[in-house]
């Protein structure tokens, strides 16, 4: 027999007791107590020789719940509820934290905070640069967190509370995240909305406040952005804005110049594979279609055994020796109609070189924007060249990404009959499902959670694969406003898997923005098909 007991605090006080008592004299010390209801609490033999203690500690943590449950199991004691006040949580946590009675096991505690009446968290920080949190948070671990992002220094009067929206915690790391760009100010969430106010630590700090506002889609999401002007010191002219990258004889790519975001390092780092050397500068304010050409850049030095893709600060210009893959047609293609911008002095290949296999392509999973907004996504208003990217080698060309954290491949990669049967379960999850945005931005809907936590189902069972979400947009809109969004989107499906359990080391978030359409994007039908989520499984070595 399944032996059990549990005891329900309802919000009216009364505690219902189910389940087994060992004996009669048990089940009427239990009824003495005060506002308790033992009606449900059949006598049975086999109770563990940890039943008193375990209700006893049980009924002491449902003391402070205004409502809950706790249910004990041999040895095994499960709680949760909502705490009474705000010192109950604490002391709850403590009493969690301490450990329950000798041979007694907490399995699980899911304890909330009381519910706050108006939700509000507030992060300010004043000329001096201290930092101090005030009003609720749902929890120590969230606290923490955001203690260890604002800095050491950083006061808390934070009380717990429940009632926080969908993706607060997110959205709060975030938001401590762009006070290290304000020189005084604050970021605050009040009444249902976040605000990002005061003066910017430079016009650097302000350009990179108003490009995450781009890139995100925060305003769309209704964030604010109030920032005070600021003073520009006089400078001396800029030196030219350079690139280059060069691929010498033993394969290995060497970065030097200026690129416009640290992102950008990281997509060069693993654009140029294993080895690679990265010796660029971060430098803003690059010229514009800077983002495009790279990209086109690093599509022709694929095409390169050995020589260099460079730009002098006012031309770009490819030189060296031709690889396999070069022909003039796939100069064409790798250019896609911007020729006229590029100098290409490139020799014919002298010894071939196998191709880098792809990964295996599986079903679009349907991106929609969140009703009743528009079809169409909205422009952003970023430079590209300032987004994440990361495919991996060999994977696909023209987009920008950001890679989860490496890890060690796995000992025995999967054979190509699982990676298939993998595609063959997302296709018939993607055939029948749709992943909502709210409209040109990258928030994932509430409405997508199901969604999400059954393509995370799916991709759980597809261990030791390489896992590409690969965000597309139709063409509406500015190309690196468009490459933005999809990384972003791409990215916020990854952090959604992520947070339901997939190994982030296996998720690579991809950006095309318009570069891929499937569909006539002169149509409101073809746009739809164009703004879309890709998934595809890999092995990890490639094989």
């Known amino acids: 027999m399944d032996y059990w007991v549990s005891a329900t605090r309802q919000p009216s006080g009364v ?10 004299k048990t089940r009427d010390a239990l009824d003495a107590r005060d506002a308790v209801d033992v009606n449900w609490l059949k006598l049975g033999s086999g109770a563990p020789a940890e039943y008193a203690d375990g209700v006893d500690f049980g009924l002491r943590l449902l003391s402070r719940l205004s409502e809950g449950r706790f249910t ?23 009493s969690i934290a301490d450990g329950a009675p000798a041979r007694l096991v907490v399995a699980m505690a899911d304890i909330k905070a009381p519910a706050a009446a108006a939700y509000e968290f507030v992060a300010s920080k004043s000329s001096d640069g201290n930092v101090v949190f005030s009003g609720a948070l749902p929890g120590p671990t969230l ?8 800095g050491a220094d950083t006061v808390s009067t934070i009380a717990y509370a429940s009632g926080e929206p969908t993706n607060f915690g997110q959205s709060a790391e975030q938001a401590v995240g762009m006070l290290s760009h304000l020189a005084a100010g604050e970021v605050a969430f009040r009444n249902g909305a976040w605000t990002i106010s005061g003066a910017p630590a430079s016009e650097e700090d302000k350009r990179a406040l108003e490009t995450e506002f781009g890139v995100r889609g925060l305003a769309q999401a209704g964030w604010q952005l109030a920032l005070q002007p600021v003073e520009s010191p006089v400078v001396a002219a800029p030196a030219p804005y350079t690139f280059a990258a060069t691929r010498a004889e033993d394969g290995i790519i060497t970065f030097t110049g200026n690129v416009p975001a640290a992102a950008t390092q990281r997509f060069l780092e693993t654009r140029g594979g294993s080895g690679a050397v990265d010796e660029t500068t971060v430098v803003l304010d690059a010229p514009p279609e800077f983002a495009r050409h790279l990209l086109e850049a690093m599509d022709l030095l694929t095409l390169i055994d050995t020589g260099t893709v460079s730009f002098d600060g006012q031309n770009w210009s490819a030189s060296g020796q031709g690889g396999e893959a070069y022909s003039e047609a796939a100069v064409a293609e790798a250019l896609g109609g911007n020729a006229a911008d590029w100098s290409v002095s490139l020799a014919a290949p002298a010894v071939a070189r196998p191709p880098a296999q792809l990964p295996v392509s599986a079903p679009d999973a349907v991106v929609a924007e969140d009703p009743p907004a528009p079809p169409e996504a909205a422009p952003v208003d970023s430079d590209a060249g300032q987004e994440e990217a990361s495919p991996p080698a060999g994977g696909p060309a023209k987009g920008a990404a950001t890679p989860a954290p490496s890890a060690p491949p796995a000992a025995e990669p999967p054979s190509p009959s699982d990676i298939a049967s993998c595609q063959a379960e997302l296709k018939a999850l993607s055939d029948h499902n749709a992943i909502l945005f709210q409209s040109g931005a990258a928030v994932i809907t509430t409405s997508a959670q199901s969604e999400l936590d059954a393509f995370a189902a799916v991709l759980q069972r597809c261990p030791d694969t390489d896992i590409y979400v690969e965000g597309h947009t139709d063409s509406d809109g500015d190309a690196r406003a468009n490459l933005a969004l999809s990384v972003s989107r791409a990215e916020a499906v990854v952090n959604a898997l992520a947070e339901r359990g997939v190994a982030s080391s296996r998720l690579y978030a991809v950006g095309y923005g318009e570069s891929q359409p499937v569909a006539d994007n002169t149509t409101a039908a073809g746009k739809a098909k164009n703004r879309r989520i890709v998934i595809s499984v890999a092995d990890p070595k490639g094989e």
């Not at 004691?77 to 705490?83: D, E, Q, R």
């Open 15 to 24: 505690i219902v007791f189910d389940g087994y008592a060992p004996d009669e």
């Open 72 to 94: 004990l199991r041999g040895n095994v004691l499960t709680l949760s509820g909502v705490a009474a006040d705000a010192k109950a949580y604490e002391e709850l946590q403590k």
């Open 143 to 150: 606290e923490r967190d955001l203690l260890a992002a604002a």
